[in-house]
């Protein structure tokens, strides 16, 4: 199974900007699609994201359209989350994650990052 290694999480004022990677280790990404999402005390898990592998087709939940980009470097096995503009609602723990097939539903992703904490002040 694919080992996905989260980083570049950390503090900024509102209205920075901040990109977290996701490295996936253990061999070539073979999966469909990788996946972000956000977990927080207030609102529970939220779908972020999302990048397809082979395309470079995204997927972005309406607080975060225009705000966020999802990507992906197929070279290195590493997706990326660029986040700016942020706002202390984006307060949550990051996690990325791998599907093998194309996502409608959390069960579709199989592999999870340890999640890497953003923090927005205000």
């Known amino acids: 199974q694919v080992q996905l290694v989260e980083s570049g999480g950390g503090s900024v004022q509102t209205g920075g900007s901040l990109t977290l990677s996701c490295v996936a280790s253990?061999?070539?990404?073979?999966?469909?699609?990788m996946g972000w999402f956000r977990q927080s005390p207030e609102r529970g898990q939220e779908f972020v994201a999302s990048v397809n592998w082979d395309t470079g087709r995204t997927n972005y939940d309406w607080r975060v359209r225009g705000r966020f980009t999802a990507s992906r470097d197929t070279t290195r096995n590493t997706g990326y989350l660029q986040m700016s503009s942020l706002k202390a609602e984006d307060t949550a723990v990051y996690y990325c994650?791998?599907?093998?097939?194309?996502?409608?539903?959390?069960?579709?992703?199989?592999?999870w990052g340890q999640g890497t904490q953003v923090t927005v002040s205000s």
């Open positions: 994650a791998a599907a093998d097939r194309d996502p409608n539903t959390y069960d579709d992703f199989g592999s």
């Open positions: 253990g061999g070539a990404f073979n999966y469909h699609t």
